[in-house]
């Protein structure tokens, strides 16, 4: 991430309580695809949930990048 994105990214965590909101958000899915991530081996049910987190995950990180680049 450049300098304006970082500055940008920085003025919105101030200005803005919803992005601030998805970046926590996104952060949680992180932590919690992580914890899938350790396990050796994953049951069908987590396996299901651990797609759902990521298309939730990456669902944020879209709407992110678009409050970043004003869409």
Do not use: W
């Not at 940008?8 to 996104?26: D, G, I, Q, T, W």
């Not at 932590?31 to 069908?44: A, C, F, G, I």
């Not at 949930?49 to 680049?69: H, P």
């Amino acid at each position: 991430m450049g300098q304006s994105q970082d500055a940008k990214k920085a003025a919105l965590l101030e200005a803005s309580p919803e992005f601030k909101n998805l970046v926590h958000e996104h952060r949680v899915l992180d932590d919690k695809l992580k914890e899938y991530d350790r396990k050796v081996y994953l049951t069908p049910d987590e396996e299901m949930e651990r797609k759902r987190l990521q298309k939730l995950k990456l669902a944020k990180k879209d709407q992110i990048a678009r409050m970043l680049t004003g869409q």
